[in-house]
């Protein structure tokens, strides 16, 4: 059974700055795409970024462009989420996801669908208050 852990999520204010990772074992996250995904409380859960799995090509959801940044250590089987100018709205359960097919070629919009991946963490709560 893989288990994907993520960690660094706290309580912020707004405008700070906050660093995710999510932390794979019994499996190497090196051949697959990896989501980041956030729920809030009431609502469904929504893409913010992933990145493929040679690290060449990253998205992200509009709400976060240019204030996230998605990146991989494949040597340490690790993927973050660098958070910047956080937002009250930001506030949300975050989880990491490892795409279902290894080495995939399929990108957009494929990437950007929970039903695309296999394997969730637990999830990581970060709030930010205004």
């Known amino acids: 059974q893989v288990h994907a852990v993520e960690s660094g999520g706290v309580l912020v204010q707004a405008g700070d700055s906050l660093r995710l990772s999510c932390a794979a074992s019994?499996?190497?996250?090196?051949?697959?795409?990896m989501g980041w995904f956030r729920q809030a409380q009431g609502e469904n859960r929504k893409f913010v970024a992933a990145?493929?799995?040679?690290?060449?090509?990253?998205m992200y959801a509009d709400s976060v462009k240019g204030r996230f940044a998605i990146s991989r250590d494949n040597a340490k089987n690790t993927v973050y989420l660098q958070m910047n100018s956080l937002k009250p709205e930001d506030t949300a359960e975050y989880h990491c996801?490892?795409?279902?097919?290894?080495?995939?070629?399929?990108?957009?919009?494929?990437?950007?669908?929970?039903?695309?991946?296999?394997?969730w963490g637990q999830g990581t709560q970060v709030t930010v208050s205004s």
């Open positions: 996801a490892i795409y279902r097919e290894a080495y995939a070629s399929a990108w957009y919009p494929n990437v950007m669908y929970p039903t695309e991946y296999d394997y």
């Open positions: 019994e499996r190497s996250f090196s051949p697959y795409h």
């Open positions: 990145i493929s799995w040679n690290g060449g090509s990253t």
